[in-house]
């Protein structure tokens, strides 16, 4: 049910909580929104939603020692200090957690990381920075901060918000245009998860079932196009539907993605994808850190810490280190060296990301530094990798199985589809399209049961 | 009227939610009848979507339901609930005419026009069988599956018990039970018989090879069938258990004939049906440059002669155009978990039959099918070894091993459990694309002289 593309949350959850939330009074609907969020969550992880209870409850009671020493017209010195020793204890506390969760699920067992942990201790740890800084501009009552950390359309995977960026003052937008906007989002997310991210991801899946070490290079370099789109899609898909729902609840919208596969440079590719994971980064590890405005090497220093802590937050494999690394490695270099160039010289930069980016996706996906390595080797078999039992005419069969989903995704990676889109949104035509995209997205969830790998059959 | 206006999206989902809800209503009885939903977390309507898969279209809803004829023409058509009655009518009538067919095949090649008549029944029963089967799986929820599964049991028990009662020599009674002795009468026969032939293999050429096998084609005709031990249990069938229902006998006499190793070329006139394993098979070792592959993913036996591959067409029209002499077939996995042992036997007696008489000079090899590694056997309640171990068993029962030949290539890619060997998988299904070879291997030791 923890996942929006399924019929269980799309047909049982989903429709009676809108119903609730709908019916109920406005005053009554943060009650709702939180009930839901407790439920939802519950039902995912049955045992961590007291992990989940007990941090909000503590970064709650940590935000408002800092609100006490608030008070008062002008804040004296040791006022400050005090206040940022309880920022600077609640945030070590949520490392903490995080790190000792990330360290059985490493050492111990996988199922011990509970869900969305990652995310929701970012979001507390920014409540507690953005405490500090001033930024949250009204003391929060505790089921506004609950509502924040445990809100069901972010708590798996984001979009990592800000408290000052959401209506938890109770200023949110009820009306009918409102909610038609986030349902169209959202059922574009669906599309974009269940036609495409799901179907490649069968490819994926097809790649590992013949083996790294048989695949031909065009079909290695197919293989690698083919993930980076569909964790595009994924992601992408993941964060218009969290992002939807939440603006059918009234609350703004938040941009999590601004059509990354277009950017001009590894830097500028982060800024635009997975926006609030970056911005996160930037505004309390980066810029806290020194930012750029300081010498070469501390600049250097300040990017690597910044791309191993990504590297590190975004899995549990030795690849997630190097993949960070490789990220870093590249943005210094394109700081240091050679990004005017691609910024002076037109499509060069854009064939630089299309070319790299796949690459460290690649890193990215493979978990087994063996298979990793044969995956390069047969994505470049100069530098060894003969392969073994290579069908070389397999990219025919894989290309002419998956040209649809390739040629859909690259049209949506164009920025001009969207701004198309966007004009022309009340478009019957566009209303119909997508009302046809939600329906067979249902065909395809209902007919694999939520399984993407269900459907394959043997 | 206002709300249309301000949220068109919103009004048309709700409006096609509810359209296809009625109509998914509409039809739970009649053709929707047949799909399994659980209505705990999946919505009524999804049984629109998933009968699509079947070929049920929510339009056949609207057509006159007492008419035989449902939009997709006789074929398709028929079998659905309502007619539940009239196909168990049918069903020992045909049970009765593959009997027939298969004793005139004994008799030696006859016209090859009759055959492709029959062959056309044979294939209608499938269809039939396979549209029971459907019904019965509607019927674990109406609970009224009880007499059907029975009956079903029953007609194919009876005619494999006509089968045998007819041509059962006393070659066949010992291998009911192959612990009593270590070497029961009739295997004894056939070890010494080839015994000879083993001799030969490897150290002698061709002549050798010839002699043995004319020595084999002087012995009588091959094994007979063997029938059931027993009948698959309702609880069996209800919980997706293959029943083992004719124990490793048929297994163990198949395994007494002794292959020979064969050179590539020996594979030119060979024709390989298969679902993804083949696939593999096919795609990574280099017997595609010999044989011929009818294969593709999620080919069950139901579909083995129907389905048309890209290019080739249908299996029928591709025995039409050469002349094959050996047939494999790996077949079985997906269907695992749909219908009892005694209809899948039911429907790969047919299929073989069927293949036998299209190309009668062929020999038919039947494999075992390939069993999942541990790790899938032992958190899978259907794809598991155990369910694949008991079909692989009623599959070994129709080798008469002169026609007709049961190879397993789990000897050569599973560990001393029985289970596919982990490192030759990825998804505990398949072998890795460099593992294929072993069983292109496996093929070429287990070669049977003209």
């Not at chain 1, 407790?38 to 209870?53: R, S, T």
């Not at chain 1, 937050?313 to 270099?333: E, F, M, P, R, T």
């Not at chain 1, 690649?362 to 470049?380: C, E, H, N, S």
């Amino acid at each position: 049910m923890v996942s929006f593309s399924s019929l269980e949350f799309l047909f049982r959850f989903l429709p009676v909580f809108l119903i609730l939330y709908f019916v109920m009074p406005v005053k009554h609907r943060d009650m709702v929104l939180l009930i839901g969020s407790i439920i939802f969550y519950a039902v995912g992880e049955p045992v961590f939603i007291l992990v989940l209870i007990a941090l909000t409850l503590l970064n709650y009671f940590m935000g408002t020692r800092m609100w006490k020493l608030n008070e008062g017209f002008h804040l004296s010195d040791w006022q400050k200090k005090r206040r940022k020793r309880c920022m600077i204890e609640a945030v070590v506390l949520d490392v903490a957690i995080l790190a000792v969760f990330k360290w059985l699920a490493v050492f111990v067992d996988n199922s011990l990381l509970p869900m969305g942990l990652s995310f929701y201790i970012f979001k507390m740890i920014s409540y507690q920075a953005d405490t500090l800084r001033g930024e949250i501009w009204s003391r929060p009552k505790f089921y506004q901060t609950a509502l924040y950390f445990t809100m069901f359309p972010q708590v798996v995977s984001g979009p990592i918000m800000r408290y000052n960026e959401g209506g938890f003052d109770g200023k949110r937008i009820y009306k009918p245009e409102q909610f038609e906007e986030g349902l169209k989002l959202f059922v574009i997310g669906l599309g974009m998860k269940v036609l495409l991210a799901d179907r490649l991801a069968i490819l994926w899946n097809d790649l590992q079932m013949i083996g790294f070490q048989s695949i031909s290079t065009p079909l290695a370099w197919f293989g690698a196009f083919g993930y980076s789109l569909r964790l595009y899609f994924d992601f992408w898909g993941y964060s218009l539907m969290a992002s939807g729902l939440m603006v059918m609840l009234g609350f703004d919208f938040i941009e999590n993605f601004d059509h990354p596969y277009a950017s001009k440079s590894i830097s500028e590719f982060y800024r635009r994808w997975h926006v609030t994971l970056g911005n996160w980064f930037r505004d309390y590890v980066y810029i806290p850190l020194g930012g750029s405005r300081c010498r070469k090497g501390r600049l250097i220093l300040n990017l690597a810490i910044v791309w191993l802590l990504t590297g590190i937050w975004h899995g549990n494999g030795l690849n997630y280190v190097i993949w960070g690394a490789v990220l870093g490695l590249l943005i210094i270099l394109e700081k240091l060296l050679y990004g005017k160039i691609l910024k002076k010289v037109p499509v060069l930069g854009n064939i630089y990301v299309l070319a790299v980016i796949p690459l460290t996706w690649v890193i990215f996906a493979i978990t087994d530094l063996k298979q990793l390595g044969i995956y390069f080797g047969r994505l470049f078999p100069f530098i060894g990798g003969a392969g073994i039992a290579v069908n070389q005419q397999d990219i025919i069969k894989y290309s002419r199985n998956y040209s649809v989903y390739f040629i859909a995704g690259i049209l949506l990676c164009i920025p001009a589809v969207s701004e198309f889109y966007s004009k022309h949104i009340n478009n019957p035509l566009i209303v119909l399209a997508l009302t046809v995209i939600f329906w067979l997205s249902i065909y395809f969830l209902s007919s694999s049961a939520g399984n993407p790998f269900m459907y394959l059959n043997f | 009227m206002k709300l249309i206006k301000k949220c068109p999206v919103f009004v048309l989902l709700l409006s096609t939610g509810l359209l296809f809800t009625m109509i998914a209503l509409g039809g739970k009885n009649t053709i929707y009848a047949s799909q399994e939903y659980d209505p705990v977390t999946t919505p009524v309507l999804s049984v629109m979507f998933t009968a699509v898969n079947d070929e049920i279209y929510p339009w056949q809803l609207f057509i006159n339901q007492n008419a035989p004829v449902m939009a997709k023409g006789p074929e398709t058509g028929q079998g659905r609930p309502d007619e539940t009655e009239s196909d168990e009518q049918k069903e020992p009538q045909e049970n009765s005419e593959s009997t027939g067919s298969y004793d005139t095949d004994k008799t030696g090649g006859t016209d090859r026009k009759e055959n492709r008549g029959e062959s056309g029944k044979a294939n209608e029963q499938g269809e039939n069988n396979g549209k029971n089967d459907d019904i019965k799986d509607q019927g674990i929820n109406s609970g009224e599956s009880g007499e059907t599964n029975e009956q079903t049991g029953e007609n194919a028990d009876a005619g494999m018990a006509e089968n045998t009662a007819k041509d059962n020599g006393t070659e066949s009674e010992p291998f009911k039970e192959p612990d009593e002795g270590e070497e029961p009468e009739g295997q004894q026969g056939n070890v010494k018989g080839s015994e000879v032939k083993e001799g030969d293999v490897g150290t002698i050429g061709a002549d050798a090879l010839l002699n043995a096998s004319k020595t084999y084609k002087k012995e009588e005709a091959g094994f007979e069938r063997l029938a059931p031990l027993r009948e698959s249990t309702r609880e069996e069938y209800l919980n997706h258990i293959s029943a083992d229902i004719y124990g490793d006998a048929g297994v163990i006499r198949a395994a007494s004939y002794e292959f020979q190793t064969v050179d590539e070329s020996y594979f030119d006139d060979a024709l390989f049906i298969g679902d993804s394993r083949f696939v593999g098979l096919k795609d990574y070792t280099d017997l595609a440059e010999h044989a011929d592959f009818c294969c593709e993913t999620s080919l069950t036996i139901y579909k083995a002669l129907e389905e048309k591959f890209s290019k080739a067409g249908t299996v029928p029209e591709v025995l039409e155009n050469k002349d094959y002499r050996k047939i494999y077939m790996m077949l079985g996995i997906n269907e695992l978990g749909r219908g009892t042992t005694e209809d899948f036997m039911g429907q790969y007696t047919e299929v073989v039959d069927t293949l036998r008489e299209l190309e009668p000079e062929a020999k038919i090899f039947i494999m075992g099918i390939m069993r999942v590694s541990e790790k899938k056997s032992s958190s899978d309640a259907i794809f598991n070894n155990s369910n694949i171990n008991a079909r692989n068993n009623a599959i070994a029962t129709l080798a008469d091993n002169k026609n007709i030949f049961y190879i397993d290539v789990n000897e050569v890619v599973c560990d001393e459990e029985g289970n596919l060997k982990e490192e030759y998988t990825f998804d505990q299904i398949h072998l890795l694309g460099a593992y294929n070879d072993l069983v292109k291997q496996f093929l070429s030791e287990h070669g049977v002289a003209e």
